[in-house]
Each structure stands twice: as C-alpha cells, then as structure tokens.
C-alpha cells in the first residue's frame, strides 16, 4: 500500500480531527462538499510492487510504502463530491493551478453557486496545498461566508473523492480503445465521470464516521482507506 509520508504531528492532527467528526451524523456530512485535484496521464505509471502477504495485512507497516506528491504531465482535473450531487468535471488547462485561478476558475464559478444552494450549512473540504491556502483566497471565502473544514495534513485516505478519482482512473483505463492522446484522455475522463453511479458516491462518504473510528483505532496512523 502507497501512502503519504506521516510524523508525529501528522498523528497528532488527524486524531484530534477523528475525535472532532467521530459523532457527526449523516445530516452533517450531507453539508460537505468534498474537493480537490487529481492528475491522469495518457499512459499511467501505478507504482505498484507485488508482494505475498496474508490476507488482511494491507495496512500492516511492514507493507506501506509512503510516497511524495505526484508526477508532472499529463491531465489535471477538478472535482467534488457531495451526497446526491457532484460538481462537473473541470479541466484545468495553461499551466499550473494557482491561488488566482483556483478562486476565478472554481470557487466562484463552481462552488460558490452549490454552497449558495445549501445555504448556512455549507461546508468545503479541500485540503491543504498551497493555492487552497493563499490569502486571496481566505479573503473570497471571509467575502462569500463559506465554511471551510479544518483539514489534517496528509490525510487523502480521509478523504472519499480519492476512492472516485481512483474509480474514474479505472474505468478510463479499462476503455477499449485506450485514450492514445491528452485529447482523448480529457474527453474520455468526462464521459466517465458523469457515468460514476451516485449511489457508489454517497456509500462512500456514507463510511465517514467508520473513517473516523479507523483512524482513532490506529491512533493517526495509516488506514486501510
């Protein structure tokens, strides 16, 4: 299993952000708006190395493998996923995705009109990159009243739009013909996208409270997710 680099203060956080959301009920959870980003390539390296291991030792530390950050290149798309509803799938094209453009290009376009629709309760999960954290972008969210979530450094296995990214790469690389160009890929994502049943979106954010309790089992160590 590939996970992210954890030290003690990443423990720390990510159990005192469990003990923080153990208890919340479906109702709650209905409120997020789960996001971030996700990078695909024409022809994806998985970094998997096989080994033999007995069943259910995944997670076991023996067998992680932590990893840094992602590869350049390819497609990087925006998402976001909420109890019977997801944000369209936007590609973000020119460049690198910076403080300016995520405000321009997806909060005030994308989010700010669903957090508008939920009203009071909204709130945002994104995580912790640079651009989600730049000032301009704090100012946006102070000027529209939109609620962010506290979110634990290094936490994807929290975070339920990974088991979606993960799901659209698979559907993508099960396609026959394979995408061959950045321009098939981004309209094979698309397509796919839309075809991700809702019913497997709601199951999974529908698993945040065992999420929670997973991770206070462990004490803010590596989860199975």
Same mark, same amino acid.
Request: glycine share 4%; aromatic share 10%.
């Given at each position: 299993m590939v996970c992210v680099r954890l030290t003690s203060r990443h423990h720390r956080d990510r159990r005192e952000w469990a003990t923080e959301h153990v208890n919340w009920r479906r109702n709650e959870w209905s409120n997020v708006l789960f996001s971030n980003e996700s990078r695909f390539s024409v022809h994806p390296n998985n970094r998997r190395i096989f080994i033999w291991r007995e069943r259910g030792s995944r997670n076991t530390p023996a067998f992680v493998h932590e990893s840094v950050s992602f590869d350049s290149g390819g497609v990087l798309m925006y998402g976001g996923i909420?109890?019977?509803?997801?944000t369209d799938l936007y590609i973000i094209r020119d460049g690198a995705l910076t403080a300016r453009r995520y405000r321009d290009e997806i909060l005030r376009p994308i989010v700010a009109p669903y957090a508008a629709t939920i009203g009071d309760d909204f709130i945002l999960m994104d #995580?912790?990159?640079r651009p989600h954290r730049a000032n301009l972008v704090e100012d946006f969210f102070f000027e529209e009243g939109i609620v962010r979530m506290e979110w634990p450094a290094c936490s994807p296995d929290m975070n339920p739009i990974e088991h979606v990214w993960d799901a659209l790469g698979r559907r993508v690389a099960g396609r026959q013909p394979h995408p061959q160009t950045l321009q098939e890929l981004e309209k094979a994502l698309l397509e796919e996208w839309d075809r991700i049943p809702q019913l497997v979106i709601n199951?999974?954010? #529908?698993?945040?409270?065992?999420r929670c309790s997973t991770l206070l089992a462990v004490r803010g160590n590596h989860t199975p997710y």
């Amino acid at each position: 299993m590939v996970c992210v680099r954890l030290t003690s203060r990443h423990h720390r956080d990510r159990r005192e952000w469990a003990t923080e959301h153990v208890n919340w009920r479906r109702n709650e959870w209905s409120n997020v708006l789960f996001s971030n980003e996700s990078r695909f390539s024409v022809h994806p390296n998985n970094r998997r190395i096989f080994i033999w291991r007995e069943r259910g030792s995944r997670n076991t530390p023996a067998f992680v493998h932590e990893s840094v950050s992602f590869d350049s290149g390819g497609v990087l798309m925006y998402g976001g996923i909420s109890i019977d509803w997801r944000t369209d799938l936007y590609i973000i094209r020119d460049g690198a995705l910076t403080a300016r453009r995520y405000r321009d290009e997806i909060l005030r376009p994308i989010v700010a009109p669903y957090a508008a629709t939920i009203g009071d309760d909204f709130i945002l999960m994104d #995580d912790n990159c640079r651009p989600h954290r730049a000032n301009l972008v704090e100012d946006f969210f102070f000027e529209e009243g939109i609620v962010r979530m506290e979110w634990p450094a290094c936490s994807p296995d929290m975070n339920p739009i990974e088991h979606v990214w993960d799901a659209l790469g698979r559907r993508v690389a099960g396609r026959q013909p394979h995408p061959q160009t950045l321009q098939e890929l981004e309209k094979a994502l698309l397509e796919e996208w839309d075809r991700i049943p809702q019913l497997v979106i709601n199951s999974l954010i #529908d698993s945040m409270p065992q999420r929670c309790s997973t991770l206070l089992a462990v004490r803010g160590n590596h989860t199975p997710y």
